[in-house]
């Protein structure tokens, strides 16, 4: 059955890149492994570009997985926490699949969910006004830190890892976007702005052209 053979051909790709590197994943390679012949491949993916793209989806939603297993923390800022930790610990554990994550040129339906759960949490601490930046600003810096730290921890040889550099690096970004009481107690119109902008899509009472507008001028505030 072709949706049989498409998972065979997707498990043996990911078991070849995690035992043998990038470099190892072969259309040959592959359809040996996973006990179809070379045209199945092609036919079932295209090319090999096709192929590495269904292993960074099944990639990603591995990783979804584990980040939505768990329900959300009592605190956002600990939300943040957990998803920083659960992004460090997927990619120490799959480090070739990780480096192929990022390096596809387009991203992938899953990623594209897990940056969602990213602003949704983002979204969460802006709510209860400890946000200080921008939603789309903070939930930048997240993702971008974390995913530094991720690649430069799998650079270094697992002797000499320092896991308390991710630490760091996480609280300095919590720090930098966050605060430990409520901004919207600090007078200033950009506190206020921040916590209105987070629960503007909540609003019954406008329609989507007026929420719209609002949004605009809210950032505006905040910027």
Do not use: C
């Amino acid at each position: 059955m072709p949706a049989d053979a498409r998972a065979r051909i997707i498990e043996a790709a990911l078991n070849l890149l995690a035992t043998e590197g990038p470099d190892a994943v072969s259309t040959r390679a592959v359809s040996s492994k996973a006990g179809v012949q070379p045209p199945t491949i092609y036919r079932l993916f295209g090319d090999k570009d096709g192929l590495l793209d269904a292993i960074t989806v099944q990639g990603y939603a591995d990783y979804l997985e584990a980040k939505t297993a768990q329900p959300p923390a009592e605190d956002p800022l600990e939300d943040l926490r957990r998803g920083w930790d659960q992004h460090l610990e997927f990619g120490l554990a799959n480090p070739a699949l990780y480096r192929l994550m990022l390096a596809r040129p387009t991203p992938s339906p899953a990623w594209e969910k897990a940056l969602e759960i990213l602003a949704s949490r983002v979204s969460r601490v802006a709510s209860a006004g400890r946000l200080r930046v921008p939603e789309p600003l903070a939930a930048a810096l997240l993702h971008a830190a974390g995913s530094g730290a991720t690649l430069s921890l799998i650079s270094t040889p697992p002797e000499s890892r320092d896991l308390t550099v991710s630490v760091a690096a996480r609280e300095a970004v919590i720090a930098a976007i966050s605060t430990d009481r409520p901004v919207f107690r600090t007078p200033g119109p950009a506190a206020a702005a921040t916590a209105l902008r987070a629960v503007l899509p909540q609003v019954t009472g406008l329609s989507g052209a007026e929420k719209a507008l609002m949004g605009e001028w809210l950032d505006r505030i905040t910027d």
